[in-house]
C-alpha cells in the first residue's frame, strides 16, 4: 500500500467517523460505541484493505495529546482532595482486577503459564482514559464523581503498563522479584511525575517568550508528546509525564496565556481531540479482522467463547468486589474520613463500578506483547472482546443507569465551591465596575465613558458620530477601550483571587473567564 492510498483511507475513515457521529446523536448512542461498531463493519467489507495497528505509534501518536487535554482541564484541587480514592482506584483496583483476572484465566485456561495469565490481567485491568472521556461527556453524572473516574483514567494506564513489563519479564525470564518490582514500581511512577514538572516549567519559559498566538498553540501540542517521549526514553512513566505537565500547564494558564491564544488553543485542542479520539475508536473496529486472522478464523473464536466470558466477567465483577468495600470499609474504620467525608449511596460506587470502559491503551499494550509470547494471540482476541463488551453494553447503558438513579436522587455528591457561580459574577462585576469608575472620573465627577454606564442606549450614538467625526473621535475610543480591558483585567484578577483561595470551583472559573476572554478579543480589535 503506498502512501498515498494510505493517506486516501485517512480521509475515508474521517468522512465514515463524520457519518457515524452524526447516526450516534440521532439515535443517542455512546459515539465511542457507534465508531467500533462502524470500524467493524467497515472492516468486514470485501475487498477492504487491512488495517495493522503498530503498537508503539498508537501509544506515541495518540495517548499525548488525549492526556494533555484531560490533565489540562482537571481540576487540580479536585483531584488532590480525592486523591486517596483516585490513587485506590488507579493503584489499588488496577492491581486486585490484575490478580483476578489472572487467576480467572489460569482457571479456564490451565495450559496457559502465570506470567501469561497476569500479562492478560495487567492489559484489561485499567479502564482507558479516551474511552472514559468519550463516553463521560455525554453523561450526566455529578461533578465529583466525574472528578474521580477521570483522576482515575490519566493514572491508572501507567500502573498497568508497568506491571505488564512485569509480566513480560516474567514470562521470558522465568523468574520474579517483587522487591525488586516494587522499587521499579515506585521509581518509575516518581520519575515519570519529576521529568513532567521539569517539562511543564520549561515549556512556560518559552509560552512567555512566544509572541505569535499560532506558535503558542503548535508548542502546546509539542510539549505534549516532548513530555511523554523523553520520560520514555528515561525509561520512566511517559503517562505519568504528561499528566503531571498537563496539569500544571492547565493550572497555570491563567496566568501566561492572553484572551485570544486561550480562545484560539480551545478550540484548536477540541478539534484534534475530535478526530484522535474518534480515529481511536474506528481503528479499534477495523482492527478486528486481524484479530481473527490471527487466531485462526470464527471457528476459534467461538471455540474461545466459554473462556472470554470468564474473563469478561471477572473484569467487570472485580471492579464491583473492589469499590463496595472501598468506597465503605476505610469510612468504618476510620470516624474522622467519616466525618469529613460521610459515606455516599449505593449508586454511587455502582455506577463508578459500571463505568470502568477499556480502549485502545490495552489493545495497544496486547500487540505489543512479543512474537512468541505464551497465548499472545489468544490474549489479543479476549482482550477486543472485553473492548467491544465493555464499551458497547456497558457505555451504551451508562447514560440510562446513571439518568435513572439521578432522577431519584441517587448520586448526591458535595460540590467543593464557597461561592455560587452567580455571586462570583457579582464579585468580578463589583471589580470592574471599580477600575472603570476609577479610571473615567474626572476631576469634576463627569464621566469620559458614559456609555460604560449606560452601555446599550450610548452605544448606537456612539457608532453614529464615530462614522461622522472619526478623526476627532479615535483618541477618545482608543481610551475608551483601554479603559475596557483595565476593567476585565481587574475583573480577571478578582477571579483568579477567588479561585486561588477556594472560594469557587473550576468549572465556576472556566465559565466567567470564557467570557471575560471574549470581552477582552473584541476590546483589542478596536486599539
Same mark, same amino acid.
Given at each position: 500500500?503506498?502512501?498515498?492510498?494510505?493517506?486516501?483511507?485517512?480521509?475515508?475513515?474521517?468522512?465514515?467517523?463524520?457519518?457515524?457521529?452524526?447516526?450516534?446523536?440521532?439515535?443517542?448512542?455512546?459515539?465511542?460505541?457507534?465508531?467500533?461498531?462502524?470500524?467493524?463493519?467497515?472492516?468486514?467489507?470485501?475487498?477492504?484493505?487491512? *488495517?495493522?495497528?503498530?503498537? !508503539? +505509534?498508537?501509544?506515541?501518536?495518540?495517548?499525548?495529546?488525549? +492526556?494533555?487535554?484531560?490533565?489540562?482541564?482537571?481540576?487540580?484541587?479536585?483531584?488532590?482532595?480525592?486523591?486517596?480514592?483516585?490513587?485506590?482506584?488507579?493503584?489499588?483496583?488496577?492491581?486486585?482486577?490484575?490478580?483476578?483476572?489472572?487467576?480467572?484465566?489460569?482457571?479456564?485456561?490451565?495450559?496457559?503459564?502465570?506470567?501469561? /495469565?497476569?500479562?492478560?490481567?495487567?492489559?484489561?485491568?485499567?479502564?482507558?482514559?479516551?474511552?472514559?472521556?468519550?463516553?463521560?461527556?455525554?453523561?450526566?453524572?455529578?461533578?465529583?464523581?466525574?472528578?474521580?473516574?477521570?483522576?482515575?483514567?490519566? =493514572?491508572?494506564?501507567?500502573?498497568?503498563? =508497568?506491571?505488564?513489563?512485569?509480566?513480560?519479564?516474567?514470562?521470558?525470564?522465568?523468574?520474579?522479584?517483587?522487591?525488586?518490582?516494587?522499587?521499579?514500581?515506585?521509581?518509575?511512577?516518581?520519575?515519570?511525575?519529576?521529568?513532567?514538572?521539569?517539562?511543564?516549567?520549561?515549556?512556560?519559559? =518559552?509560552?512567555?517568550?512566544?509572541? !505569535?498566538?499560532?506558535?503558542?498553540?503548535?508548542?502546546?501540542?509539542?510539549? @505534549?508528546?516532548?513530555?511523554?517521549?523523553?520520560?520514555?526514553?528515561?525509561?520512566?512513566?511517559?503517562?505519568?509525564?504528561?499528566?503531571? /505537565?498537563?496539569?500544571?500547564?492547565?493550572?497555570?494558564?491563567?496566568?501566561?496565556?492572553?484572551?485570544?491564544?486561550?480562545?484560539?488553543?480551545?478550540?484548536?485542542?477540541?478539534?484534534? *481531540?475530535?478526530?484522535?479520539?474518534?480515529?481511536?475508536?474506528? +481503528?479499534?473496529?477495523?482492527? %478486528?479482522?486481524?484479530?481473527?486472522?490471527?487466531?485462526?478464523?470464527?471457528?476459534?473464536?467461538?471455540? %474461545?467463547?466459554?473462556?472470554?466470558?470468564?474473563?469478561?466477567?471477572? *473484569?467487570?465483577?472485580?471492579?464491583?468486589?473492589?469499590?463496595?468495600?472501598?468506597?465503605?470499609?476505610?469510612?468504618? +474504620?476510620?470516624?474522622?474520613?467519616?466525618?469529613?467525608?460521610?459515606?455516599?449511596?449505593?449508586?454511587?460506587?455502582?455506577?463508578?463500578?459500571?463505568?470502568?470502559?477499556?480502549?485502545?491503551?490495552?489493545?495497544?499494550?496486547?500487540?505489543?506483547?512479543?512474537?512468541?509470547?505464551?497465548?499472545?494471540?489468544?490474549?489479543?482476541?479476549?482482550?477486543?472482546?472485553?473492548?467491544?463488551?465493555?464499551?458497547? *453494553?456497558?457505555?451504551?447503558?451508562?447514560?440510562?443507569?446513571?439518568?435513572? %438513579?439521578?432522577?431519584?436522587?441517587?448520586?448526591?455528591?458535595?460540590?467543593?465551591?464557597?461561592?455560587?457561580?452567580?455571586?462570583?459574577?457579582?464579585?468580578?462585576?463589583?471589580?470592574?465596575?471599580? @477600575?472603570?469608575?476609577?479610571?473615567?472620573?474626572?476631576?469634576?465627577?463627569?464621566?469620559?465613558?458614559?456609555?460604560?454606564?449606560?452601555?446599550?442606549?450610548?452605544?448606537?450614538?456612539?457608532?453614529?458620530?464615530?462614522?461622522?467625526?472619526? !478623526?476627532?473621535?479615535?483618541?477618545?475610543?482608543?481610551?475608551?477601550?483601554?479603559?475596557?480591558?483595565?476593567?476585565?483585567?481587574?475583573?480577571?484578577?478578582?477571579?483568579?483571587?477567588?479561585?486561588?483561595?477556594?472560594?469557587?470551583?473550576?468549572?465556576?472559573?472556566?465559565?466567567?473567564?470564557?467570557?471575560?476572554?471574549? !470581552?477582552?478579543?473584541?476590546?483589542?480589535?478596536?486599539?
Amino acid at each position: 500500500m503506498t502512501a498515498v492510498s494510505r493517506f486516501e483511507i485517512i480521509l475515508l475513515l474521517m468522512a465514515v467517523i463524520v457519518l457515524l457521529d452524526m447516526l450516534a446523536r440521532r439515535f443517542q448512542l455512546p459515539r465511542a460505541a457507534a465508531l467500533i461498531l462502524g470500524g467493524i463493519g467497515f472492516a468486514m467489507i470485501p475487498g477492504t484493505p487491512d *488495517v495493522e495497528i503498530d503498537p !508503539e +505509534l498508537v501509544l506515541v501518536l495518540f495517548l499525548p495529546p488525549l +492526556l494533555m487535554s484531560s490533565a489540562w482541564f482537571t481540576s487540580w484541587r479536585d483531584f488532590r482532595a480525592d486523591l486517596r480514592i483516585i490513587l485506590q482506584l488507579a493503584v489499588g483496583a488496577v492491581f486486585f482486577t490484575t490478580l483476578v483476572v489472572g487467576v480467572v484465566a489460569h482457571w479456564v485456561m490451565p495450559s496457559l503459564p502465570w506470567a501469561a /495469565c497476569f500479562a492478560l490481567g495487567a492489559i484489561v485491568s485499567p479502564p482507558d482514559s479516551v474511552a472514559a472521556k468519550a463516553v463521560l461527556q455525554s453523561v450526566p453524572l455529578p461533578p465529583r464523581i466525574i472528578v474521580l473516574l477521570e483522576g482515575e483514567s490519566l =493514572v491508572n494506564d501507567a500502573s498497568g503498563l =508497568v506491571l505488564l513489563r512485569f509480566a513480560i519479564a516474567a514470562a521470558l525470564t522465568g523468574s520474579f522479584s517483587a522487591a525488586a518490582a516494587t522499587v521499579s514500581f515506585f521509581s518509575v511512577a516518581i520519575g515519570g511525575l519529576l521529568v513532567g514538572i521539569v517539562f511543564a516549567f520549561a515549556a512556560i519559559l =518559552v509560552i512567555r517568550r512566544i509572541k !505569535e498566538i499560532d506558535l503558542t498553540i503548535a508548542w502546546t501540542f509539542l510539549v @505534549a508528546w516532548i513530555s511523554y517521549i523523553a520520560a520514555e526514553k528515561l525509561h520512566v512513566s511517559g503517562v505519568l509525564s504528561t499528566v503531571a /505537565c498537563g496539569m500544571i500547564l492547565g493550572w497555570k494558564q491563567h496566568e501566561f496565556f492572553g484572551a485570544a491564544t486561550r480562545t484560539r488553543a480551545t478550540a484548536a485542542w477540541s478539534v484534534v *481531540v475530535f478526530v484522535l479520539e474518534s480515529l481511536v475508536f474506528i +481503528l479499534i473496529g477495523l482492527s %478486528l479482522r486481524g484479530v481473527l486472522y490471527r487466531l485462526g478464523g470464527y471457528d476459534a473464536l467461538v471455540a %474461545l467463547l466459554p473462556a472470554t466470558g470468564a474473563i469478561i466477567a471477572a *473484569v467487570i465483577l472485580a471492579r464491583f468486589a473492589w469499590m463496595f468495600p472501598g468506597t465503605y470499609l476505610p469510612r468504618m +474504620l476510620m470516624p474522622k474520613l467519616r466525618a469529613r467525608d460521610p459515606s455516599p449511596p449505593w449508586s454511587v460506587p455502582f455506577i463508578m463500578s459500571w463505568a470502568g470502559l477499556r480502549g485502545v491503551v490495552s489493545l495497544a499494550a496486547a500487540l505489543s506483547l512479543p512474537e512468541g509470547f505464551p497465548g499472545r494471540d489468544v490474549i489479543l482476541a479476549i482482550t477486543f472482546a472485553v473492548i467491544l463488551v465493555t464499551v458497547l *453494553v456497558q457505555g451504551s447503558t451508562l447514560a440510562p443507569i446513571v439518568r435513572r %438513579l439521578v432522577k431519584t436522587g441517587g448520586t448526591h455528591t458535595p460540590h467543593h465551591s464557597k461561592l455560587s457561580e452567580a455571586q462570583a459574577r457579582a464579585r468580578v462585576a463589583t471589580a470592574q465596575f471599580s @477600575a472603570v469608575e476609577k479610571a473615567s472620573r474626572n476631576d469634576d465627577g463627569t464621566h469620559r465613558h458614559p456609555r460604560l454606564f449606560e452601555q446599550y442606549t450610548y452605544r448606537k450614538g456612539a457608532a453614529a458620530r464615530y462614522a461622522e467625526e472619526a !478623526e476627532t473621535l479615535s483618541s477618545q475610543r482608543i481610551d475608551h477601550f483601554k479603559t475596557v480591558l483595565a476593567a476585565i483585567e481587574a475583573g480577571r484578577a478578582e477571579l483568579l483571587k477567588m479561585h486561588r483561595a477556594g472560594e469557587i470551583h473550576d468549572s465556576v472559573l472556566h465559565s466567567i473567564e470564557e467570557g471575560l476572554d471574549l !470581552e477582552e478579543v473584541n476590546a483589542r480589535r478596536f486599539l
